[in-house]
């Protein structure tokens, strides 16, 4: 017989196959993770990957709600000053950025950002002019007025 007979590899087949599976599960469940990764990772390696697994860092889930008609956002309520969001622009075909809402408001106090100006962030699909964007135009104006009036 060889070393490693038919029923030895069946077993250890079964064995990957289960630390795939747990892996996967726990890489999604607990810590959400690519499960089909994790399972690779599992099947593979075994107890390394689910050591490794739990050496990482939990990944935060994005959360993305599209305002309905029942859950409407406020027009108050601005959409965009996630602490998270960072902001680019082109000035002179040069990118600048990431920055706050808030610098991004310094810039358009300075000048340096108009309405023409373009800007990206990771809700946009695509680089936009910033009078495309009515809600952050409106933002940017009201900061650039209140200046004005406390000046």
Same mark, same amino acid.
């Given at each position: 017989m060889s070393p490693l007979d038919m029923p030895s590899m069946k077993t250890m087949l079964l064995c990957s196959l289960?630390?795939?599976?747990?892996?996967?599960?726990?890489?999604? @469940?607990?810590? !959400?993770?690519?499960?089909?990764?994790?399972?690779i990772f599992g099947f593979c390696f075994g107890c390394l990957a689910l050591i490794a697994l739990f050496l990482l860092p939990k990944l935060q889930k994005e959360k993305l709600a599209l305002a309905t008609d029942s859950l409407a956002i406020p027009a108050s309520t601005p959409v965009y000053e996630s602490p998270q969001e960072l902001w680019y622009f082109l000035q002179e075909d040069k990118q600048i950025g990431?920055?706050?809402?808030? @610098?991004?408001? !310094?810039?358009?106090?300075e000048g340096l950002l108009k309405p023409s100006s373009y800007v990206w962030n990771e809700t946009l699909s695509d680089w936009k002019k910033l009078e495309e964007l009515p809600q952050q135009l409106q933002a940017l104006e009201e900061s650039s007025s209140l200046d004005k009036t406390t000046s």
């Open positions: 289960c630390m795939g599976g747990i892996t996967s599960f726990i890489a999604h @469940r607990y810590r !959400n993770r690519k499960p089909l990764s994790w399972f990431p920055i706050s809402f808030a @610098r991004l408001q !310094n810039y358009y106090l």
